[in-house]
């Protein structure tokens, strides 16, 4: 091979790995890694950028497809040789801890709730944030004043999270809000309760951007919400069809 066609060779490889590296990487977004159990982990709704009032994209990348994807990973192999268990939504699985055996209730409940969380919190975002509307809007002003009442207390316990966690508010049948804090990736739905919305506050949710800055990525959190999806939650919650 001549110097000539070597610098060729070289040079293209190099233009065509800028390329790739340059392209949108919105396309990666879909490439969830084929399921091994019944469990999966649903494509993301949005583009990596798509949060970017409030989450860099490549967070939300290494979010989705390491933390998350793991834990489906994990989940799936922790009830593997337990048919039952396999055979139950998640929801249900994690109402029902105390009948899953022992030598693997940690396991699920640390992956099932990292699952059912993050499916919850890829499912809230992608919106432009604003204020919500009509029937959530009324129990937002019920049950918390107003709106900006209720923003300042979730903040207030998103922030007060000592390590890692996540903050929630729960909505009852008869749809009454409450906020709760859990630690790790505990979820309400193991105390009987039905999440409307969540905000993760591990360092690895909003690290990068913010490092140790958690009060500024929870205030910014607020402007990716989408209400809508929101809304549909919350209607879901009192008609009990809500899952996770």
């Keep these: 091979m001549t110097m000539m066609h070597r610098r060729h060779l070289l040079g293209f490889g190099a233009a065509l790995g800028a390329t790739i590296w340059a392209a949108p990487r919105a396309a990666f977004a879909q490439a969830a890694p084929a399921p091994t159990g019944p469990h999966s982990l649903a494509p993301l709704p949005y583009a990596f950028d798509a949060n970017e009032a409030a989450i860099d ?6 979010h989705w497809r390491f933390h998350h ?3 489906v990973n994990n989940l799936n192999a922790a009830i593997r040789e337990h048919t039952a268990l396999q055979a139950m939504p998640l929801d249900r699985l994690l109402m029902n801890l105390g009948q899953v055996p022992e030598a693997v209730r940690t396991a699920v409940r640390n992956n099932g709730g990292g ?5 919850m919190f890829w499912g809230i975002m992608g919106g432009r944030g604003g204020d919500p509307t009509g029937e959530l809007a ?3 002003n019920q049950d918390f004043t107003d709106f900006a009442t209720f923003k300042n207390r979730f903040n207030a316990a998103a922030n007060g999270v000592f390590g890692s966690g996540w903050a929630f508010v729960t909505v009852t049948q008869a749809g009454r809000l409450a906020i709760v804090t859990k630690p790790g990736q505990d979820n309400p739905l193991m ?3 039905r999440v409307l919305i969540g905000n993760d506050v591990w360092e690895h949710a909003y690290y990068l951007r913010y490092q140790n800055r958690r009060p500024e990525y929870t205030a910014n959190w607020w402007n990716v919400i989408d209400w809508s999806k929101v809304a549909e ?3 879901a919650a009192k008609a009990g069809t809500l899952t996770v």
């Design 138 to 140: 009324a129990a937002i």
């Design 69 to 71: 994807g793991g834990q």
């Design 233 to 235: 939650r919350y209607a």
């Design 57 to 62: 994209a490549r967070t939300m990348e290494l």
């Design 115 to 119: 699952h059912a969380n993050h499916s």
């Design 191 to 193: 105390d009987g309760q």
